[in-house]
């Protein structure tokens, strides 16, 4: 079809436009678009992020309210949250991503672990979210102030593992978001975010083919 015009004025553009050709209703059910095959689009010039799914069941070490307390840095409400992107490097409060064989936990640099994921658990929770993939390239460009899509390619994704979300979580391919402030008497936890650029989206799985 070539050159299309945006569907909708907004970063969602791209989806939305691919979901409307091919006729799928917009949903932001957190369940795969085509029963066992999840959708997305990307723009082949974008290093835009995704969630991949938020996990936090029985990974908590510290009570949350007490790491916040503890760690946590002031945000522009006033609260103490914890909303650091983690690395292997230290935030200002000494927090950082610590990656072994099998497990990756968040740990402060006195040696106090604050959360431990399996990556077991992980691989099970990203192939629950997302156990297919189909993936969909577009070039874009401004016309004015329409954006237009030229979907180029498309590629299916399946399968991943513990060993290769801990090799992209390593490469700094996979990004861990702690995303949680304090209440009076409890913490609020959006759900840590495990997210990755698009564009490395094949890099999550072990089998690619090319449609």
Do not use: C
């Amino acid at each position: 079809m070539g050159w299309i015009p945006s569907k909708r004025r907004s970063n969602t553009g791209i989806g939305y436009t691919l979901e409307t050709l091919l006729g799928i209703e917009e949903n932001n059910v957190a369940l795969p678009d085509f029963g066992t095959v999840e959708l997305k689009s990307h723009r082949l010039n974008s290093t835009s992020m995704v969630t991949l799914f938020t996990f936090n069941r029985k990974v908590w070490k510290v009570n949350p309210l007490q790491a916040v307390r503890k760690y946590g840095t002031q945000d522009i409400n006033g609260r103490l949250g914890l909303y650091f992107t983690m690395s292997p490097t230290p935030t200002s409060t000494g927090l950082f991503l610590h990656i072994e064989p099998e497990t990756i936990s968040v740990r402060h640099i006195s040696g106090e672990v604050i959360a431990e994921w399996s990556l077991e658990a992980l691989a099970q929770q990203f192939m629950k979210k997302m156990p297919a993939l189909v993936l969909v390239s577009a070039l874009s460009e401004m016309r004015g102030d329409i954006e237009y899509f030229n979907y180029t390619a498309a590629r299916l994704l399946e399968g991943t593992s513990p060993e290769i979300l801990r090799e992209q979580i390593l490469a700094g391919n996979v990004l861990v978001d702690l995303r949680i402030h304090d209440r009076p008497t409890s913490a609020h936890n959006r759900g840590t975010g495990f997210r990755a650029r698009k564009n490395r989206l094949p890099m999550l799985f072990s089998s690619l083919t090319e449609l």
